[in-house]
């Protein structure tokens, strides 16, 4: 009976367990008949529940349980997941992104990419099809239509090593325009278009999608714009009008006032094309070539701005347009995702006399997003497709 105390006791000191072999039931000292064979510490996990223990008692957590429960309950909370953009919104969202990496990618790229969308070319000008963001000139440093024109000019010549021909802009175009876009071959050419121009034989015609409708449908706004300054919290300037007419004190006829001296003569014909969800498709043609004409005429003139146009929504400030709910549920947007909403004016047709004598008649297919926003806002171009 001592003997077998004292072997339980040191099994139990030094966490040793008895082995037995395999087939041979463990044999009882003969002085104990009932003593159970020893359990070492790797045993007590399948030790039977002591008397007055409970079956369905928890398990102590281990060290590294207790660690891991510790630094669960110390990280912050999870903040809540924001609900997955809309697909309007990606769409601007990629929009501002690709319009960023035209203007920082390598100029060797964007003259590519400008080289596959030519629309037409002859010995005297080239007309390509401006992507959006890109600005014409740009004096920063940033990659523009300028700076990548001679690298243009040499693919148009199949990249011959002596080639000497040059590309010249011949126009104006907004860096958020899109579509036709002229260039010349030579100087003389450029002197040629701007003759032309001034003579108001150059017709370009863009297409516009405004939000409202304008009244009349059809007609002709001939007000000069001048440039002035805002003031306020954001002191800028910007393009107004400079009306040469204003109401009589009776109220039943106008009166010709002085003309600013510093006010430009502006003269924008348009003609509603579609018009549908309180938003319209609009075909502009500029008789003059003042800066922003069309944008003021359009927001200032008739209350109709032009889609995107976050600069003119608003007379005396700066902020992005401000769309009705209507639109906006058009469109999927929110009104704080407004900003990101590129200004929808397309260089839809050019025409006019070349050098050589023959008429040149340039037609740009409208960009994806255009047609996206006119799919969305159940408008309808006027042959049913582009």
Request: net charge positive; charged share 25%.
């Amino acid at each position: 009976m001592n003997s077998c105390r004292r072997i339980a006791r040191s099994d139990f000191k030094h966490g040793l367990s008895v082995a037995f072999s395999p087939g041979k039931p463990p044999t009882n000292c003969r002085r104990c008949p009932a003593a159970a064979p020893p359990l070492g510490r790797g045993h007590a996990t399948a030790a039977k529940p002591a008397a007055g223990s409970h079956a369905g008692d928890k398990p102590r957590l281990r060290a590294v349980d207790l660690a891991q429960k510790v630094q669960r309950q110390k990280a912050p909370p999870a903040a809540a997941a924001e609900p997955p953009p809309s697909r309007q919104q990606k769409r601007v969202t990629e929009l501002k992104r690709l319009s960023l990496q035209l203007q920082g990618v390598h100029p060797n790229v964007l003259a590519k990419h400008l080289h596959r969308g030519v629309l037409y070319h002859d010995k005297d000008v080239v007309v390509i099809n401006k992507p959006l963001g890109v600005p014409v000139r740009d004096d920063s440093g940033a990659t523009s239509i300028s700076s990548v024109l001679p690298v243009l000019s040499k693919m148009m010549d199949g990249l011959k090593i002596k080639s000497d021909s040059q590309l010249f802009p011949c126009l104006k175009l907004e860096k958020e325009t899109t579509g036709a876009f002229l260039l010349a071959r030579s100087e003389k050419v450029v002197e040629h278009i701007l003759d032309l121009h001034r003579n108001n034989q150059v017709q370009r015609k863009y297409w516009v999608i405004t939000v409202g409708v304008p009244v009349p449908a059809e007609g002709l706004i001939d007000i000069p714009v001048i440039e002035r300054e805002v003031t306020g919290p954001r002191p800028h300037f910007k393009m107004a009008l400079s009306p040469l007419y204003r109401m009589n004190d009776t109220g039943d006829g106008v009166t010709k006032v002085r003309a600013h001296r510093q006010a430009h003569p502006a003269a924008t014909k348009y003609r509603v094309l579609d018009s549908s969800s309180g938003c319209s498709l609009v075909e502009l043609q500029p008789l003059t070539g003042e800066k922003h004409q069309m944008r003021v005429h359009m927001a200032l003139a008739l209350t109709c701005p032009i889609l995107g146009d976050h600069k003119y929504s608003h007379s005396n400030k700066l902020a992005p347009q401000k769309l009705p709910d209507r639109v906006l549920a058009r469109l999927g947007l929110e009104q704080s995702k407004i900003r990101h909403l590129p200004l929808h004016v397309h260089a839809r047709h050019l025409m006019l006399s070349g050098p050589s004598g023959a008429d040149i008649r340039v037609s740009c297919a409208l960009p994806k997003y255009f047609l996206q926003t006119l799919n969305q806002l159940q408008l309808t171009l006027p042959d049913g497709k582009d």
